[in-house]
């Protein structure tokens, strides 16, 4: 039985890092207290602009930032790039206090963030098979100096020495997944993601042999992604009966992962030189920095806080992204249409996936419809007050996914419109 958990061109010649978004005005007013308010900002702020547009409430930005710092007590927190998909928002965040390196989706991003000197340390989060990009790095001192490969299997290292011999290559820089799903008994069930193979202490010290005794190759890190913990609600919304058996779950997938990591790591240590233990996710950076073998955890979702993180009893961040399309119909009474709308979250398919309508509180999605390509009708009393051409503000599943449909983000503190900034896609890259 298995319970699963969701989870470029290199080439191109690209721009300087532009400026970090403007700094927090100490005259601005807090955070809003209700929906009403936050509406009102974020359409005041944006109002001279034509929807579809996505905006971040850079206040809610600034709390969800100082939150995660605080939960991390004192251990650094390697920003995850996919959940946030802008240059702009990553060097804003990597000049935080608490904050430092990057989690990248993939090599090819890795070289870009580390060749426009966004950031010189950048672990790739996932093994690549980038022929062209592992040219690349290993023909590039400077690059192979800010990235780690992730290898969890030795014919990945085969890949490398293919790509580029051994014989004059710079040293490639590898850390080694550790699979931290739970598999209680006897393996027969699995919770958590597909990832590793390395899941057995003897698994990882094996490979971390091979890492060792390899030319051209050094062991800089380990890492495992408790999945199970960090990526599922364990309070979900309407849903008591299940938030207790997940919570269940996470204690008992808990007390074995971390002995299991514990161990690996003193195994893996007593001949390599690790420069670090990466671990966790925005969902469980209290229980993942415990864990003495961590040295930093991982977090990047729970800066713009999207849906899916609506149910956890360990923290509960301010939504700070929002995407707004505009009202083109009125069916009837109660009900409006608004045009497209229908940015689905990727994982396995469910109403959590999809977004939620959020300004004016009160809308819900059509379930005959759900959230459509070309339109998306909303019911509910607020429709009767919306007028052709009002926005309606959803927002989106996941943090990162939104910024594949916009090529801006507008950022919003108090009233006032304070930048515009670039997304991944507006700097013309895409990256999986």
Not at 37 to 48: P, Q
Not at 174 to 202: F, I, N, T, Y
Not at 319 to 347: D, E, I, L
Request: proline letters at 7%.
């Amino acid at each position: 039985m298995e319970i699963t958990v969701p989870d470029a061109d290199a080439d191109a010649t690209v721009p300087d890092v532009p400026p970090p978004p403007a700094a927090p005005d100490p005259a601005a007013p807090p955070v809003a207290s209700s929906r009403a308010d936050l509406r009102h900002r974020l359409n005041t702020a944006t109002a001279g602009f034509e929807a579809p547009l996505a905006a971040i409430d850079m206040e809610a930005w600034d709390v969800n930032a100082a939150d995660l710092v605080r939960r991390a007590a004192g251990k650094p927190i390697r920003v995850a790039s996919k959940s946030l998909r802008s240059r702009m928002l990553l060097r804003d965040v990597l000049g935080r206090d608490g904050f430092h390196g990057v989690l990248a989706l993939t090599l090819s991003e890795a070289l870009w963030l580390v060749g426009t000197e966004l950031s010189s340390d950048v672990v790739v989060g996932y093994p690549t098979a980038d022929r062209r990009g592992l040219a690349r790095l290993a023909g590039d001192d400077e690059l192979a100096a800010g990235i780690t490969l992730m290898v969890d299997d030795v014919a990945q290292l085969d890949l490398v020495d293919a790509v580029a011999p051994t014989d004059g290559r710079v040293e490639i820089r590898v850390c080694l997944e550790l699979d931290l799903s739970w598999q209680p008994l006897g393996g027969r069930m699995r919770v958590g993601a597909k990832r590793s193979p390395l899941h057995a202490v003897d698994d990882l010290v094996r490979l971390a042999h091979a890492v060792q005794s390899r030319p051209g190759f050094r062991l800089v890190g380990v890492m495992g992604y408790e999945s199970q913990i960090a990526g599922v609600q364990d309070a979900p919304p309407g849903r008591g009966w299940r938030g207790r058996m997940v919570r269940s779950m996470q204690k008992r997938s808990w007390a074995e992962l971390s002995e299991r990591r514990v161990e690996a790591v003193e195994a893996v240590r007593k001949f390599a030189d690790l420069e670090f233990v990466n671990g966790g996710g925005s969902g469980s950076v209290e229980r993942t920095v415990s864990d003495v073998s961590i040295t930093e955890v991982t977090a990047g979702s729970g800066l713009l806080a999207p849906r899916l993180f609506d149910g956890y009893t360990s923290f509960s961040p301010r939504p700070a992204a929002f995407f707004a399309v505009p009202v083109v119909r009125r069916p009837g009474p109660g009900v409006v249409t608004v045009q497209g709308g229908g940015y689905v979250a990727s994982g396995a398919a469910g109403d959590d996936r999809l977004p939620v309508p959020w300004l004016p509180e009160g809308l819900t999605l059509d379930k005959d419809e759900g959230a459509g390509e070309a339109q998306t009708p909303l019911l509910g009393s607020p429709a009767d007050d919306l007028a052709l051409g009002d926005r309606v503000w959803f927002r989106h599943g996941k943090a990162g996914e939104l910024a594949e449909r916009f090529d801006q983000y507008y950022l919003v503190r108090g009233e006032r419109l304070v930048d515009t900034i670039a997304t991944y896609r507006g700097d013309g890259k895409t990256f999986l």
